[in-house]
């Protein structure tokens, strides 16, 4: 799930400072995030390309069962928080840099199962041409528009969407718990569920685009990359698995 900030207001942070400070600010906070997008992408066709082996047998493992993927969900939700505690950190910049990139390798390995689903079903011989490599393309294009388009709306209206904090934090429990619920039980709610879970991380991206705005201190622009990160990641997934639900063969 997308990482989260306290939306109340931090000393010195970015709404308290001059325009050039916040303007370095934001430039190297969307910098980092560009470069932990492309590492993203990079990590996970280069698992791919070089450890199928190992990528494939941690995918047979993953979906041995429904208890066997809970177990990943919840792994990847505590190096999530570790990896969040780490850029956050205020002693040191290393570990900051040093939690984003173990976000990014995480978000990778995590996405390694539905890259492979989506090679066996849409593509021809276990790979990413055909139907599969159409797909990939428009989830790519489509997370990227989303996440651009609401950026923008944040920018251009300069609205603060941190009020949302309550209600994503209520939509999320509820959202984990149908999801716990339907690998405990069997049902299946597809395209539907995808969908929730798209415009649950388009409430996220408003929100913490605000609070990057308003409320983080000048010197967490790593944190800041990594929340956003984590949030885009997480969109992509629920994209992705959007459209193999309505392509479904």
Not at 222 to 247: E, G
């Amino acid at each position: 799930m997308a990482l989260s900030a306290s939306a109340r207001p931090i000393a010195g942070a970015v709404a308290t400072l001059g325009v050039s400070d916040r303007v370095a600010f934001l430039r190297k906070t969307y910098t980092l995030l560009t470069v932990a997008l492309a590492g993203f992408a990079g990590c996970t066709a280069g698992i791919i390309k070089f450890a199928p082996e190992l990528s494939l047998r941690f995918s047979a493992w993953a979906f041995q069962g429904q208890w066997t993927w809970i177990a990943v969900l919840g792994m990847f939700m505590v190096v999530g928080y570790v990896a969040q505690k780490l850029a956050m950190s205020e002693t040191s910049r290393g570990l900051q840099f040093v939690g984003l990139a173990v976000a990014v390798v995480a978000q990778s390995i995590l996405l390694q199962p539905l890259i492979w689903v989506l090679m066996y079903k849409f593509g021809n011989h276990a790979d990413m041409t055909g139907q599969a490599g159409v797909i990939m393309g428009e989830a790519v294009v489509i997370t990227l528009a989303i996440f651009v388009g609401l950026t923008a709306t944040v920018f251009i209206t300069k609205k603060d969407f941190s009020f949302m904090r309550s209600a994503l934090t209520i939509a999320s429990f509820a959202f984990i718990g149908v999801a716990l619920a339907s690998m405990i039980f069997g049902f299946h709610m597809g395209a539907v569920f995808c969908g929730i879970g798209i415009l649950l991380m388009g409430g996220y991206i408003l929100y913490q685009t605000s609070l990057v705005m308003n409320y983080f201190p000048p010197t967490a622009y790593v944190a800041a990359s990594l929340m956003l990160f984590s949030t885009i990641a997480t969109l992509f997934w629920y994209v992705l698995q959007f459209l193999m639900s309505m392509n479904r063969r």
